[in-house]
Structures are given as structure tokens and as C-alpha cells.
């Protein structure tokens, strides 16, 4: 049993050096809504409720801090025990969003700062629809150099699981059915590889690559299904350099002890089980270019 079992990946803080500029892209072009700001900081969550970024001022962009459900009503005290116990020092915190009032924090094998709460209060449910209408923050991706070493931790404190390895320097991983919601990427420079929003459907992936493009944002890769986790996906860039990606359709386990993934017309085992997949495995399953003719690559 891990230290920790994280249910689902709740919101990640992300630093910009352009408060005001990074919050009109979330409300404009994303469609998230802005649940409370001051000069230092915006707290945004889907029209649904659920938080999904912070904002904070920042010299550069980046990955902040990173925040996990574990089960509601569990006891952060026995969490901080259980945590020193092997070895991590953890603090606790109030107030570290406006639908958390009581978590704990502590860093991650890469130093990451990790929030982890186990009580949410949803945010007022925004009726007027958004041009894009994110479900939730579906996965962040950072690249690292020692991709074991935070594995391995992410699997032994926070519960985690490996979906899938693509060789032996792109881990996926998931803490609930979707098939990641946390990606490590092997690279010397350790910094934030990309943030991605679930949406409904194909035709919202539709909806989204022409408000991107009305708002004069081009796709870097996309529209396509991937062959590892197999979603349909698009990525951008924002203002900041953020790579961004919309996904719909990601590969599901939803029966751990069974020990595959929910069968669909487009997998390549029957049953899909994690697997190491090879280097030379494309991004796009519908067959246009490789791996090393994305942008960003890998």
C-alpha cells in the first residue's frame, strides 16, 4: 500500500510573468471562469465546478505546484505521519484554494511542491456556456531527468499506477480510470512539457481548433488519435509558451483487478493491457508523420 492514494488530479498553479493576459486566455480561449482573483493570484474552475488552474505572477512561466483528491474524509494528520515516516517532511496548509480549505504539502522526487486535500466544496455552476467547455484538467506532463526516480515515487507514496512506457523515457501513469493523468519525459532541462483539458466529444475537438484559430492560435499538432492511451487530441501554445492540448476519448481501466483497458475498435491488443510500447511508436494512429516531426519533440 502506498503512503498516500490519490484519487484524481484536481488543479495545477502555473507562474506568468502576464497575470492579466494569462487569465484572458483561460476565460476567452479555454473557457474556464475566473472563482476568485486579487492582484497576485486568479483561482479558475470549468463551468461545472470543478478547479482546474491557479495563476500566480511569476518572473517565467511554469509549473508551480500541483494539487491531488485523496478519499474525502480521510485524515491529513495521518497522512503527515505516515509521509515522515518514509521520509518525506510534509506541512500543512489552509486555504490553498477557494474550494480547499484544509491540505498538506510536501515536494515531489523532482521538487515539485505537491498539494494533496482530501475535501472539496465544488464552485458555483457557471449556466451560460463557454465557446470550449473544458470537463476537467486531465493530465499535466513535465519533463525531468531521472523519469525511474519520479515514477517510483509517484508509485510508492501517491498511489499511482504505469499505464504505459514509451521505451524507457516517457512514463504514463494514473491515479483513476482515465489512462494518465500525470506523463514524465525524460530531458536534462526539468521544466513543463504540457497541461491538457478533457472535452466532451470529437465534434467539441472540432469547436475548439476554430475558436483557436478565430483567436488567431494555430495547432502545433493535430487533430489525431494517439496510439498510446488513444485519445483524440489538438495542441497549442498560448501566450506563455504553455503547450496546451483539448483531448476526448482517452482509454479507461475501470476495473483495476481486471487489469485492461475498456476494448475499443482502435486498439492494437485485445484485451489493451500496460505495456512498454517501442521508440519508433507514432503519435498519430490516423497516420500522418512521426514522432520527430512533432514540434517540441518528444
Not at 498553479?13 to 497576485?40: C, F, H, S
Not at 512561466?61 to 495521518?78: H, K, N, T, V
Not at 519525459?185 to 467539441?204: R, T, Y
Request: aromatic share 10%; hydrophobic share 35%.
Amino acid at each position: 500500500m502506498s503512503t498516500v492514494e490519490v484519487r484524481r488530479l484536481a488543479h495545477a498553479t502555473l507562474w506568468t510573468p502576464d497575470l492579466a493576459r494569462m487569465t484572458d486566455y483561460y476565460t476567452e480561449v479555454v473557457g474556464l471562469q475566473v472563482i476568485e482573483q486579487n492582484k497576485d493570484r486568479v483561482y479558475l474552475a470549468t463551468r461545472e465546478g470543478l478547479e482546474s488552474i491557479c495563476l500566480e505572477n511569476g518572473d517565467k512561466p511554469e509549473l508551480a505546484r500541483i494539487a491531488f483528491q485523496i478519499a474525502p474524509g480521510s485524515d491529513l494528520g495521518d497522512a503527515i505521519k505516515r509521509l515522515d515516516k518514509a521520509g518525506i517532511k510534509a506541512e500543512r496548509r489552509s486555504g490553498i484554494s477557494p474550494g480547499v480549505r484544509e491540505a498538506i504539502v510536501f515536494n515531489d522526487a523532482k521538487g515539485t511542491p505537491v498539494e494533496i486535500f482530501a475535501d472539496y466544496e465544488f464552485a458555483k455552476r457557471e449556466r451560460n456556456p463557454g465557446t470550449i467547455q473544458p470537463l476537467k484538467l486531465g493530465h499535466v506532463a513535465y519533463r525531468c531527468n531521472d523519469v525511474q526516480k519520479v515514477v517510483k515515487f509517484y508509485e510508492e507514496h501517491l498511489g499511482f499506477r504505469v499505464s504505459d512506457w514509451r521505451g524507457t523515457s516517457f512514463a504514463f501513469m494514473r491515479c483513476s480510470v482515465d489512462h494518465h493523468t500525470v506523463n514524465f519525459v525524460v530531458d536534462e532541462e526539468q521544466k513543463l512539457h504540457h497541461i491538457a483539458f478533457e472535452v466532451k466529444d470529437w465534434g467539441e475537438i472540432h469547436r475548439a481548433a476554430e475558436h483557436l484559430a478565430r483567436h488567431g492560435i494555430q495547432l502545433v499538432w493535430g487533430p489525431g488519435r494517439h496510439i498510446i492511451g488513444h485519445n483524440i487530441a489538438t495542441y497549442h501554445r498560448n501566450a506563455d509558451q504553455v503547450r496546451v492540448e483539448f483531448f476526448c476519448e482517452m482509454d479507461q481501466m475501470r476495473d483495476e483487478t481486471l487489469g485492461y483497458f475498456d476494448p475499443r475498435p482502435w486498439h492494437q491488443d485485445t484485451p489493451q493491457r500496460p505495456k512498454a510500447w517501442g521508440k519508433e511508436t507514432l503519435r498519430n494512429y490516423w497516420g500522418f508523420g512521426s514522432d520527430r516531426s512533432y514540434p517540441g519533440y518528444p
